[in-house]
């Protein structure tokens, strides 16, 4: 049973370039999250999206992010025209549609983004 | 506005001692989850332990084990006969069981085991 999965794991970008994180649920997993944690400090969540819908973004910058959780393939996560201060770990966790167990989500490994 | 707040920014522990990590919160909520992720050097975050609200026995998983305190809003782990492998950040969140599984993470404990 592959958990969550999530690509690349560490990703160099200049400023000024594109991001693209990617995240395969666990099977079964019809919910996805991401949450980014900046270094020394706590996970914050960004955004929870489900198959072609994004049911809550309030944690995302309002600008150069989005997500989008298609209805064939992972989740992305893609930042635009990064800056030095986007440099973080980019958690992607899943779980089952609401009712699974104990609300508990499951996290991938991360994907590290530096900015230079 | 709920939060979480860890106050322990660092704390070390003798092998095979116990330790005892502090974690309050606040929420006007009355049902919802309480968790402790491990974080050790390779990054990942590792379940350690889950607490339902709505239930007064304190959780239990092996080594670790909850202090939960709902009137105080207090939930502290605490880790029996650490281990080397028990050296990592450790991070208390909550989620309340309404609305969208949006988990708040406090800022973690950075916990050291000594040999």
């Known amino acids: 049973n592959a958990g969550v999965m999530q690509n690349p794991r560490h990703l160099v970008r200049r400023r000024g370039q594109e991001a693209r994180l990617r995240c395969s649920p666990m099977?079964?997993?019809?919910?996805v999250y991401w949450y980014r944690q900046l270094p020394e400090e706590g996970l914050k969540f960004m955004v929870y999206?489900?198959?072609?819908?994004?049911?809550?973004e309030s944690g995302m910058p309002k600008e150069r992010f989005s997500a989008e959780f298609p209805k064939e393939g992972p989740s992305i996560l893609r930042i635009q025209q990064v800056v030095r201060g986007d440099s973080a770990a980019y958690f992607c966790?899943?779980?089952?549609?609401?009712?699974?167990?104990?609300?508990?989500?499951?996290f991938g490994e991360g994907s590290w983004l530096t900015v230079v | 506005a709920q939060t979480v707040t860890q106050s322990q920014p660092e704390m070390s522990v003798q092998e095979a001692e116990t330790v005892t990590l502090s974690c309050t919160y606040d929420?006007?909520?009355?049902?919802?989850?309480l968790f402790w992720y491990k974080q050790p050097p390779s990054r990942q975050m590792i379940l350690v332990i889950r607490?339902?609200?709505?239930?007064?026995q304190n959780a239990t998983e092996n080594r670790f084990s909850v202090n939960f305190q709902k009137a105080a809003k207090s939930f502290s782990l605490k880790i029996s006969d650490s281990q080397l492998g028990d050296t990592a950040m450790y991070f208390c969140?909550?989620?309340?069981?309404?609305?969208?599984?949006?988990?708040?993470f406090g800022t973690g404990t950075r916990l050291k085991v000594l040999a």
């Open positions: 966790a899943s779980s089952p549609p609401q009712g699974g167990t104990g609300n508990t989500i499951y």
């Open positions: 099977k079964g997993h019809s919910h």
């Open positions: 999206l489900q198959k072609e819908n994004i049911i809550d």
């Open positions: 929420t006007s909520e009355s049902n919802y989850y």
């Open positions: 607490q339902e609200a709505y239930k007064q």
């Open positions: 969140a909550f989620m309340p069981t309404s609305g969208t599984y949006k988990y708040i």
